[in-house]
């Protein structure tokens, strides 16, 4: 399995940036899927996860209102759309594949995750 993310970039506060995250091999439309941030001398925090049929999500508190979290189980696709960004919503966003097919927040419940995309959001 490998994830390719891509859409990240430097936008204003109060932005808005779409996230896509690119999937090969069979076993994307059978597992959960999550975002997450690491931040400058941050640990990796999750942001959002999405579980195998798209019916459930799950986000995080810091930015729930503001990100959507969806998938596309024809394109091998995960997406997070973010709206209303902030300066403290900058950080490198990796997404994962779950080990399940729900919407866990864990770390250590994802088996693969992608390079990373860098948001910057300016003040």
């Known amino acids: 399995v490998q994830l390719q993310a891509s859409g990240g970039g430097l936008v204003q506060a109060g932005g808005s940036l779409r996230l896509s995250c690119a999937a090969s091999?069979?076993?994307?439309?059978?597992?959960?899927m999550g975002w997450f941030r690491q931040g400058p001398g941050n640990l990796r925090e999750f942001v959002a996860a999405?579980?195998?049929?798209?019916?459930?999500?799950n986000y995080a508190d810091s930015v729930k209102g503001r990100f959507t979290i969806s998938r596309d189980n024809a394109k091998n696709t995960v997406y997070l759309q973010m709206n209303t960004l902030k300066p403290e919503d900058t950080a490198v966003y990796y997404c994962?594949?779950?080990?399940?097919?729900?919407?866990?927040?864990?770390?250590?419940?994802?088996?693969?995750w992608g390079r990373g995309t860098l948001v910057t959001v300016s003040s």
């Open positions: 994962a594949k779950g080990l399940y097919g729900g919407t866990s927040s864990k770390l250590y419940d994802y088996d693969y």
């Open positions: 091999g069979n076993t994307f439309s059978s597992s959960g």
């Open positions: 999405i579980s195998w049929s798209g019916g459930s999500t």
